[in-house]
């Protein structure tokens, strides 16, 4: 056992005497010391019940043989961060997650680890820890939200981003603030992660999809009992995986990548995944290359239409058969490789002896796909040279192909003022600009301007385009993750007022209409701002930080 180096021969009688002081005994002290990364808290929805899911895992894990050992991470809510300062802080916080995890298992030379995430840059933080330790690894997120009911219409179901997008509608007078405050009562009626195909249930969901979680931890509901029950199953299985000397490399191969990439096409998950897939290749020793994105999409189809592109949330998708129906109905057609080992010790091929698909309008066969192309889309071209990301299960088919002028501006808060006030025309390419991650810093997730736009009745008029990024909830044609960013010198950084941009989904490309002879003028002009945090830990990142096609990770 790796922990013997703490704990075993006459040396290291005052560790053991640490590890007693701490009440542990001599038979809990001679099993292998199990980590527990829980990041429990009782601010993130998605957190409040992680304290429950860790005490079944330790249950789980007494009951195998072994010794569990709970520590604590941060975590940042999106949702509450969102449209102000702290939403720097996010995307960073993924950084200081894997970094206090790897200290935490390092220092105390714990055999094997237990991660409980569920929000957005915790489970993609503790993915890299695991990927980096290369110990044996589990995941069991807090799980899915249910979705609530619309106040005026229960048979419909609202999520959080009903919220969002109500907050414009008010701006416009479809509804009043009575209207908003009901719907803002009846959004989130559980914990969980937010219901739809977020961020959060998108990480999670290809955690699954991956290898590193078993069956049904990205879909079942926080509120369930077999949540615990799965919890449980962890603990146990975390000690099998330590005596198999299972561990992450043995499970992230390049077909466990592409088949977490099939299942995010065939979802419509999150364009984040982008950033944090990447970041976990590089961490396995991989280069995600953002041109394999579209030549997988090219072929796998889009299966699930889940909030906010569709209807259906993360408890159908889990009652028509979670994320095993997908991969069942993706590897019927051969387009799964069924070989490679997941964390419950078996191969795919094995765990989809049990799957199926309940419910045909939740997970569609390949042959009624709500689109014959997957969620995502790279898009590449003289705005873009290094690629960006849109989520195009969830642009309207009219928007596919758009050409307008652009209206510029520096931050999140300055498009969104002229979103509100109704400054934004039907064809205008709305330009967010040094929001990426070193010119933010932190890259961060907007919402609320494309809420805002959904809300005014343009996201079917209107494109936004950035070196920041959105949230899972967007829904239009947003575009983000724009590279170079601006502050790195990105053409995105000379773009003016009225100059026009093409975008065309279809063909993967997104065009700034200046020849190179002028956007090389205009960048030998351009001066960088001044940093916008000079201080602290995000100071500090933002020196640091890579390109978000690579990840946005941390250079050396």
Request: charged share 20%; net charge negative.
């Amino acid at each position: 056992m790796k922990s013997d180096i703490a704990k075993q021969g006459i040396g290291r009688a005052p560790h053991r005497a640490l590890l007693k002081a701490a009440g542990y005994t001599d038979d809990e002290i001679r099993r292998p010391l199990i980590g527990i990364a829980n990041s429990a808290n009782t601010i993130i929805p998605g957190h409040v019940n992680l304290n429950q899911i860790s005490e079944a895992v330790k249950a789980g894990i007494y009951m195998a043989g072994g010794t569990p050992v709970e520590f604590g991470t941060i975590g940042v809510c999106d949702g509450i961060a969102m449209g102000h300062e702290g939403m720097k802080y996010s995307l960073g916080s993924r950084e200081l997650i894997a970094d206090s995890i790897e200290i935490m298992a390092t220092a105390h030379a714990f055999d094997a680890m237990v991660m409980i995430p569920n929000c957005d840059k915790i489970v993609p933080g503790m993915l890299m820890a695991a990927a980096r330790l290369d110990l044996p690894a589990i995941f069991i997120s807090g799980g899915p939200m249910l979705a609530g009911r619309d106040p005026q219409n229960p048979k419909e179901k609202v999520d959080l981003i009903s919220v969002f997008e109500s907050v414009g509608k008010v701006r416009r007078g479809a509804i009043s603030e009575q209207d908003l405050c009901d719907i803002e009562n009846a959004a989130c009626p559980t914990c969980g992660s937010c219901s739809g195909m977020f961020t959060a249930n998108s990480m999670n969901c290809l955690t699954e999809a991956i290898g590193l979680g078993l069956p049904g931890n990205g879909t079942i509901p926080a509120v369930m009992s077999a949540r615990i029950r799965l919890a449980k199953q962890a603990g146990i299985q975390i000690v099998d995986l330590h005596d198999k000397g299972i561990v992450p490399s043995r499970i992230l191969s390049e077909a466990a990548f592409e088949n977490a990439l099939c299942v995010d096409m065939a979802l419509g998950c999150s364009t984040n995944t982008v950033l944090h897939i990447a970041a976990l290749a590089h961490e396995a020793g991989m280069t995600l290359d953002l041109g394999r994105i579209n030549e997988i999409s090219t072929r796998i189809p889009h299966l699930c239409s889940l909030s906010p592109a569709g209807t259906h949330h993360i408890e159908d998708l889990h009652n028509a058969g979670g994320i095993g129906g997908v991969i069942k109905t993706l590897s019927e057609a051969g387009l799964i490789d069924t070989d490679c080992l997941t964390a419950t010790g078996k191969k795919v091929k094995e765990n989809l002896e049990s799957a199926q698909v309940l419910d045909p309008e939740v997970i569609r066969p390949i042959d009624r796909a709500y689109h014959n192309f997957g969620g995502l889309a790279i898009l590449f071209g003289n705005l873009a040279p290094n690629g960006c990301v849109v989520k195009q299960s969830a642009v309207a088919d009219h928007m596919m192909q758009h050409e307008g002028p652009a209206r510029v501006f520096d931050s999140e808060e300055a498009a969104t003022e002229a979103i509100m006030e109704g400054h934004i025309n039907k064809g205008d390419v709305v330009v967010i600009r040094y929001e990426g991650p070193m010119g933010g810093p932190g890259m961060r997730e907007m919402l609320t301007p494309t809420s805002a736009i959904a809300g005014m009745g343009l996201d079917g008029d209107v494109a936004l385009i950035t070196d920041g990024r959105f949230s899972g909830g967007t829904r239009g044609a947003a575009i983000g993750h724009i590279s170079p960013e601006a502050m790195q010198k990105g053409p995105l950084a000379v773009v003016e007022q009225g100059d026009i941009i093409t975008i065309d989904i279809s063909g993967k490309t997104i065009t700034l209409k200046l020849d190179d002879a002028e956007i090389e003028k205009r960048l030998s002009k351009w001066q960088a701002p001044a940093p916008k945090i000079t201080r602290g830990y995000m100071a500090r990142y933002a020196k640091q930080v890579t390109s978000a096609d690579k990840g946005a990770v941390l250079k050396g």
